[in-house]
């Protein structure tokens, strides 16, 4: 069985680099699904962003702030064989 995880990192120059397991599924549409969803939020949260290094695959997506401060937001999703 092929199970998915949503990985979550949020780096900033204001505070230390966090990670977090944000979903564990055996749904790989439904991992998506919800890493795009925090892609959106996080990219409309966050102004202005960098068009360069904002992007959003099949499975991984990056927001970074092109403002005064660093924050770089980044998702993955790892499949792994159970």
Same mark, same amino acid.
């Given at each position: +069985?092929?199970?998915?995880?949503?990985?979550?990192?949020? $780096? %900033?120059?204001?505070?230390? *680099?966090? $990670?977090?397991?944000? +979903?564990?599924?055996?749904?790989?549409?439904? *991992?998506? $699904?919800? +890493?795009?969803?925090?892609?959106? !939020? %996080?990219?409309?949260?966050?102004?202005?962003?960098? $068009?360069?290094?904002?992007?959003? &695959? *099949? *499975? &991984?997506? %990056?927001?970074?702030?092109?403002? !005064? %401060?660093?924050?770089?937001?980044?998702?993955?999703?790892? &499949?792994? &064989?159970?």
């Amino acid at each position: +069985m092929k199970v998915y995880i949503l990985h979550e990192c949020i $780096d %900033s120059s204001d505070f230390y *680099a966090e $990670d977090n397991v944000i +979903m564990v599924t055996k749904d790989r549409v439904k *991992a998506i $699904d919800k +890493m795009v969803f925090l892609f959106n !939020e %996080s990219k409309d949260d966050l102004q202005p962003v960098s $068009d360069d290094e904002t992007w959003c &695959e *099949a *499975a &991984e997506a %990056s927001v970074v702030c092109s403002g !005064e %401060s660093y924050y770089r937001h980044h998702w993955k999703i790892n &499949e792994f &064989e159970v």
